[in-house]
């Protein structure tokens, strides 16, 4: 029981840096959302979005996180 709290523990922690990350790219103006390959289609009364590019680079990102991490927790 004692791994899963330090689990959760581990991912608050990661969860509270993405989240300040993000506050602080909004605050740059990074274009996190609106990247080119990000399609927006809008209707009379609807709005669809679909963050294909920005969905991919944060794939990249994490991966490479997560790679990193588990290299040197070995």
């Known amino acids: 029981?004692?791994?899963?709290?330090k689990m959760?523990?581990?991912f608050g922690i990661?969860?509270?840096v993405v989240g300040m990350v993000l506050i602080a790219g909004g605050r740059a103006?990074?274009?996190?959302?609106r990247l080119p390959g990000d399609f927006i289609?809008?209707?009379k009364h609807s709005v669809v979005y679909f963050p294909l590019a920005t969905s991919i680079v944060l794939s990249?990102?994490?991966t490479l996180l997560f790679w990193l991490i588990g290299r040197?927790?070995?």
């Open 1 to 5: 029981m004692a791994e899963l709290g």
């Open 8 to 10: 959760l523990v581990v």
């Open 14 to 16: 990661l969860l509270a």
């Open 29 to 33: 103006h990074l274009p996190i959302g």
């Open 41 to 43: 289609w809008r209707g």
């Open 60 to 62: 990249i990102v994490l």
């Open 72 to 74: 040197f927790t070995r």
